[in-house]
C-alpha cells in the first residue's frame, strides 16, 4: 500500500493551496479517508475526514476554511485549504482506514499513512 502526499509549499496568510493524495496497492473506494497535521513539537492531530463517497467530517479550527473531497475512480483525496494562517503551519498526513460507524478523527483508526507533505504559511 503506498498513499503519496503532493502539493503543500510556502502560502502566504490568506491563501490557498490544494494537497492531492495518490493511494494504490489497496481498494480505494473501501477505506474511509483522513488528513492530519502535525506541526514541530505539537501532537498529530486531525484536519478532516471522508466516508466512502461524500460523507464528511472536520475538526472545529478547519470548519468553512477546509474541504476534503475523493475522487474514488481515481483513488486520489484531496483537501482544499483556504484563507490559510499562520498556525495551520505543519507537515499534512493522509491516511487510509476500515472501521465502522462514526467518521473519526483518531490516528488510531487509520491503517495507512503517506510520508506527509509540508505547509508552510508565512509572509
Known amino acids: 500500500v503506498q498513499l503519496v502526499e503532493s502539493g503543500g509549499g510556502l502560502v502566504q496568510p490568506g491563501g490557498s493551496l490544494r494537497l492531492s493524495c495518490a493511494a494504490s496497492g489497496l481498494a480505494f473506494s473501501n477505506y474511509y479517508m483522513a488528513w492530519f497535521r502535525q506541526a514541530p513539537g505539537k501532537e498529530r492531530e486531525g484536519v478532516a475526514a471522508?466516508?466512502?463517497?461524500?460523507?464528511?467530517t472536520y475538526a472545529d479550527s478547519m470548519k468553512g476554511r477546509f474541504t476534503i473531497s475523493r475522487d474514488n475512480a481515481n483513488s486520489t483525496l484531496y483537501l482544499q485549504m483556504n484563507s490559510l494562517k499562520p498556525e495551520d503551519t505543519a507537515i499534512y498526513y493522509c491516511?487510509?482506514?476500515?472501521?465502522?460507524?462514526?467518521?473519526?478523527?483518531?490516528?488510531?483508526?487509520?491503517?495507512?499513512w503517506g510520508q506527509g507533505t509540508q505547509v508552510t504559511v508565512s509572509s
Open positions: 491516511a487510509a482506514g476500515q472501521y465502522s460507524g462514526k467518521l473519526l478523527l483518531t490516528p488510531a483508526k487509520y491503517t495507512y
Open positions: 471522508i466516508m466512502l463517497v461524500r460523507t464528511t
